[in-house]
């Protein structure tokens, strides 16, 4: 806001400012003023306009914030649409928008009027007797019907919603009770009762019940001398009648002990004496089956000396067998050997037959060829040997070897 006004105020210093200026050079007196005030009234209207908006944002932020553990209800007034939004920012229009933030944490209500027996407003018992109960609810709002329920939940939910069912449930579910139920034997059923009572009247207003706990149970200062003294009596009774029932077990134990030893006397002859008997009992039995063994360990080893015998004859009839197996085999492998050789021989020296009647037939048509294979075998040195054949007709090879002539003596 101070800066509006120091803004204002420049505003109005230069505005002012150019109108003396303006008035001054134009002319002097009144008439140049309006003229220059009428020249500046669209530039004032503006910053009016600017600094009217301005204002309005600083009363009205667009922008608000939903925190951790909040949701937020955004309704349009116009519409009458609904949207939920989570931690971040929000766009508000004022006058357009309506947003409530609800936090989604776990509260705690504890109904402090009804935890002492001399309070203002404390529990009253079947019989009618005034106690107190330290109780404590945990509940919390219901994420998934916070939208529905946004528009009828008040300002304070603990106030107006969850004491007003608090007290109408504990009140009746307190009374159909007795002292001594609440403060020992039914305190889980009683926790289960005001649960299942409270729990769909806070859930129709979009409230979760977590947990109920029950602490301290306050009762009156008569009651309580007087239910001391009855535990005291009680005890002592139930003192009393443990020890007579232990002494009665101890005299039963001691006959159970007097009869239990006798039994265990009885039995220990008895199992003496059928014990002897079963000894001599089975020493006789196994002399009966001791000789049967003796004769069959005999009759067992006769067999297996057969048995041997029969098997080294078996193996020595099988070893002839082989060697004469293998000496027929020997024989027909050095049979077919020599077949095969002899055979080879054969076919070699046909081979050979006719390989010379082929290089005969073949010389008698070229005889030259006799004297090319000697020149090819005289060395390999000499490449090639150019002589006129013999006029007789013999062999070429003969003049280079220094032989005679053909018909010379």
Known sequence: MERLKRLFEAVRYWLARRALESGYLAATGAERLRAGLAAARPMLVGLALLGATAWWLYRNPPLQTVGAGQIGVRANRFTGEVSEWREGSVFVLSGLHELRLFSLRDRTYRPEQASRADGPAPLQSVEGLSLGVDLAFRYALDPRKVSAVAKSLPEDVAREIVEPAVQGVIYKVFARYTVREIFSTKRAEIQQAIADELRPKLAADGIVLREILMGKVDLPADYRRGMEALLAEELASEKMRYTLELKDKRVKESELDAEAQKVRREKSAEAAAREQVIAAQAQEEAMQHVL??????????????????????????????????????????????????????????????????????????????????LADKLSDKVQVIIAPPPADGGFLGSALLGGQPKGQP
């Open 292 to 373: 049967p063994f003796k004769e069959r360990q005999i009759e067992q080893r006769r067999l297996e000396a057969e048995a041997d015998r029969a098997a080294r004859i078996k193996t020595a009839e099988t070893s002839a067998d082989a060697r004469r197996i293998e000496a027929q085999g020997e024989a027909d492998a050095r049979q077919k050997l020599a077949d095969a050789e002899a055979y080879r021989v054969e076919q070699v020296g046909k081979a050979t037959a006719e390989q010379m009647a082929r290089e005969g037939a073949l010389v008698t048509r070229h005889p030259l060829l006799i004297q090319k294979a």
